[in-house]
């Protein structure tokens, strides 16, 4: 499976951008998806995380602000990130789980896509 993170660029503080991840085939439909990030200096952390049924989890600091989503159909994940801060300001990655459900910590993803760039300024 090959993973795909695009809509990531430059926005201030407050605005808005929506993260898009595709994936190359159907297995997806099946998996858990999430959606982690990383800034500099900083360990990866997750995000949000989204189950094959839908049933989504936050991380505190995101919640209220981001919504992730998928369509099966079209084998994409999105990430729909409101309110944004400058600490928000990351590499964003998807990845796809071995699981079918939502899992939060990194080591239950066995496929992950490369990152894209989100800047918040102030």
């Known amino acids: 499976v090959q993973l795909q993170a695009s809509g990531g660029g430059l926005v201030q503080a407050g605005g808005s951008l929506r993260l898009s991840c595709a994936a190359s085939r159907r297995t997806v439909s099946n998996n858990g998806m999430g959606w982690f990030r990383q800034a500099p200096g900083q360990e990866r952390e997750f995000v949000a995380a989204?189950?094959?049924?839908?049933?989504?989890i936050y991380s505190d600091t995101v919640k209220g602000r981001f919504t992730i989503s998928r369509d099966n159909a079209k084998n994409m994940v999105y990430l729909q990130m409101n309110s944004l801060r400058p600490d928000d300001t990351a590499l964003y990655y998807c990845?796809?789980?071995?699981?079918?459900?939502?899992?939060?910590?990194?080591?239950?993803?066995?496929?992950w896509g490369k990152g894209t760039l989100v800047t918040v300024s102030r």
């Open positions: 990845a796809a789980a071995r699981s079918s459900y939502w899992v939060t910590f990194g080591s239950a993803y066995n496929y």
């Open positions: 989204i189950a094959w049924n839908g049933v989504s």
